[in-house]
């Protein structure tokens, strides 16, 4: 496994979701995935607390289909910045990663602002020459939502 | 600021933009005759373990005492007012402000404060310096299902009475065994807070704006509910009872929102147990000014409104489970989390609906105002949720405590 991979990942995955092709979301992710937002302030107190906790790809797809089809929420563009991309480890099958990120929102006026920054822990795996995740934490530093949470980070 | 009608159906929009009721507030009601969440027992379960809170936007300190017993005050040093606590949480055996060093206990007193008798015959405090006239500020102190609330108002009657009797039976209902705390969560909101307390009131938005629920029904208008005030008004509890609407689809076949052909991979998000034996589904208990304490299907949280500023306020979600729960009901618990909270399928609409309320309000300088004749015209009790009548309520209470007249 090459760093580089790992990075290639995150910036797809970040594409995806600033391009609004949510409905892609899930195919980056193992059909066992756990994929949970984890608000620092818990996260440093050993409280669970989770914004979002995902334990399978079901899951995300059920996300997606609310966000797109049930759900109101503000409407706006979305902008990764990921950064400090590492390998960290192996546990079995799965490479160990972690990243920083920044998600700036902009709303229907043009106004942008910082929305979250915070750290994802990752467990990759290979499977078929394609790299996914079984694991994303996402560490969100930024504890106190601006307003709500309706997209993935 | 004059209240238009007497049957209070009509509430001026102003009441959320006026900066200077927005003052008021916090003396008339933040520093008046109110009891105001502080924080819980289990988060101070031994002598020395503090969290910080606020009181309308008067940062305090709850701890618990070397006595066991709950002390709580303004966090504001007495010598040049700074922040004396600066954690969230935690433990200490003393409170020292990091400025000079004037150091406080558990209780508030002052117990030492530096260079007191100066240094080499230099400086010092005058001779007639005492400690005990530069305590903090304290707030009094009381707890019920160990959920514990603070009040300025030094004649104010028990927390119990200020309860009433709906608000206490939701608290014996809920709280009246262990509890531990789960998680915080937090959003920011760009509104006024008295736009939360409505909507918490607001019996039958639930299944309109989330239309989440009105799919897979954990609160609907059509379900067998009643409202509860108490307190003039000021305090309200919603409940819903039964099992899921097998009519639901009737129900909601007019209803913009609703999405019959949504359904979940995972259900396990919606699969809630049955948890009370009189049927409760769901509650949802304000007590004025700023706290709730809610039961929707199985998830258990309290709420914390807290004001910034006339155009802002906090929300803070404390969600809990008991200590005795079994793994399965922890793990239900957990997936129904997905339900609440900032991102919640059942919440996160509120927050968008607040915050374009507020901007058209203050956009037109808080001129008109809102229309809030469900359920007819009167105040009091119903025993179902298609009205506004804890809003129209609440906004009477509301006006008697703060001296605001009203047309007749």
């Known amino acids: ?153 | 600021m004059k209240w238009p009608a007497a049957d209070f159906t009509q509430v001026p929009f102003a009441v959320h933009v006026d900066p200077a009721l927005f003052e008021e507030e916090q003396q008339r009601i933040f520093r008046g005759p109110t009891w105001n969440y502080l924080g819980l027992e289990a988060e101070v379960p031994n002598p020395g373990d503090f969290v910080t809170s606020y009181v309308g936007l008067t940062p305090v300190v709850l701890n618990r005492g070397k006595d066991g017993a709950l002390y709580a005050f303004v966090n504001r040093c007495a010598h040049r007012g700074a922040q004396v606590v600066r954690q969230k949480r935690g433990h200490c055996a003393n409170h020292t402000c990091i400025y000079h060093q004037w150091s406080y206990d558990l209780t508030g007193n002052l117990i030492g404060v530096p260079y007191r008798r100066g240094i080499n015959g230099n400086g010092g405090y005058p001779a007639d310096f005492k400690n005990e006239e530069h305590a903090l500020e304290r707030l009094r102190v009381e707890s019920y299902q160990g959920v514990v609330f603070g009040t300025f108002a030094r004649d104010m009657p028990s927390l119990v009475d200020y309860m009433g009797e709906p608000v206490r039976r939701r608290f014996d209902a809920l709280c009246g065994r262990p509890i531990r705390v789960v998680g915080y969560q937090r959003q920011s909101i760009r509104g006024n807070w008295k736009l939360y307390v409505e909507n918490l009131k607001d019996c039958y938005h639930g299944a309109l704006l989330h239309a989440f629920n009105s799919k897979f029904g954990m609160f609907r208008t059509s379900q067998r509910g009643s409202t509860a005030m108490a307190q003039n008004g000021l305090h309200c509890v919603l409940t819903t009872y039964g099992k899921k609407d097998e009519k639901m689809g009737t129900t909601y076949a007019g209803v913009g929102t609703y999405k019959p052909q949504f359904q979940l991979e995972a259900p396990e998000v919606v699969e809630y147990f049955e948890e009370h034996a009189d049927g409760m589904v769901s509650t949802v208990l304000s007590m004025f000014p700023t706290f709730v304490l809610a039961q929707i299907a199985n998830h258990l949280g309290f709420r914390h409104i807290i004001p910034k500023s006339v155009d802002e306020f906090e929300l803070a979600w404390i969600n809990f489970v008991y200590a005795d729960d079994s793994q399965d009901r922890l793990r239900r618990r957990r997936m129904q989390g997905n339900l609440l909270g900032p991102g919640g399928y059942l919440s996160m609409e509120d927050a968008e609906a607040l915050e374009i309320a507020h901007a058209t309000i203050q956009s037109q300088q808080g001129r008109g105002h809102a229309f809030v004749q469900m359920g007819g015209r009167e105040l009091g009790d119903q025993q179902h949720l298609v009205t506004e009548v804890p809003i129209r309520t609440f906004w009477k209470g509301y006006c008697d405590l703060m001296g605001m007249e009203v047309a007749r």
């Open chain 1, 1 to 153: 496994m090459s760093p580089e991979r790992v990075v290639e990942l995150n910036y797809r995955y970040a594409e995806c979701l600033d391009s609004n092709r949510l409905a892609e979301w899930p195919e980056f992710f193992t059909e066992d995935c756990r994929y949970l937002i984890h608000p620092r302030e818990n996260l440093d107190a050993g409280l669970e607390g989770y914004w979002l906790y995902f334990e399978n790809r079901r899951m995300l797809r059920d996300r997606v289909v609310s966000l797109l089809e049930v759900n109101i929420y503000q409407i706006h563009y979305e902008r990764r910045f990921v950064s400090n991309v590492m390998l960290t480890g192996r546990d079995g099958d799965a490479w160990l990663a972690r990243a920083n990120y920044m998600l700036a929102t902009t709303d229907s006026e043009g106004h942008s602002k910082i929305f979250s920054v915070g750290e994802y822990r990752d467990r990759v795996v290979e499977t078929d020459g394609v790299l996914r995740f079984r694991e994303r934490q996402v560490i969100a530093d930024t504890f106190t939502v601006p307003s709500h949470l309706s997209m993935p980070i």
